[in-house]
């Protein structure tokens, strides 16, 4: 199935992943790094990003952000609860957020892909942003919609953020994608 066609020569997917592979340095693994927002759309992206890792030998960085807002939201509410512990509550959140991304990577990995697992806090697309400077992914995948589930709502904030400010190649998935090439 051709995807581009250049002086009538035409390139097949396979083909261009390779050709991708062929532009990291010697030595160095091509990361793929994929954002997930655990929302009901999670899985498309998470299957897409297995499907890249394994088509370029690539190790996975899956991303889960917990926003700084709702963590904000949890502090001022819970503030007059003496038994609150804050640092207990995020640390039970990163647990957990961890464990539901490595379900999604079980239910999903044909296996033999390594991947790293990551919950920073922060606003989602600058702690994005900051993770592709600190890890240096060669492509990020994302999600086209998020967790807020507003009807009219075609790209999430943050996905709209990242395209425009993202300094590696961004593969959006689009919310009810359920096919791999």
């Avoid at 892909?113 to 993770?131: E, N, S």
């Amino acid at each position: 199935m051709p995807i581009a066609q250049r002086s009538g020569q035409v390139r097949k997917k396979d083909q261009t992943l390779t050709h991708l592979k062929k532009r990291i340095p010697m030595g160095n693994q091509f990361k793929i790094m994929a954002a997930v927002d655990l929302s009901d759309y999670s899985g498309a992206t998470v299957r897409y990003s297995l499907w890249l890792a394994g088509k370029m030998d690539a190790e996975l960085l899956m991303v889960n952000v917990i926003n700084q807002r709702d963590l904000d939201m949890v502090q001022r509410a819970m503030a007059g609860y003496g038994d609150f512990s804050f640092p207990s509550y995020l640390k039970e959140q990163e647990q957990e957020r961890k464990e539901r991304m490595m379900e999604l990577y079980r239910m999903s990995s044909p296996g033999g892909i390594q991947c790293q697992f990551f919950t920073p806090q922060g606003i989602p697309y600058q702690v994005l942003l900051d993770v592709i400077e600190r890890e240096k992914p060669n492509m990020l995948v994302m999600g086209t919609k998020g967790r807020s589930n507003l009807a009219d709502v075609v790209v999430g904030s943050t996905a709209t953020k990242m395209y425009r400010r993202s300094p590696i190649p961004l593969v959006m998935i689009p919310a009810k994608f359920n096919e791999l090439p």
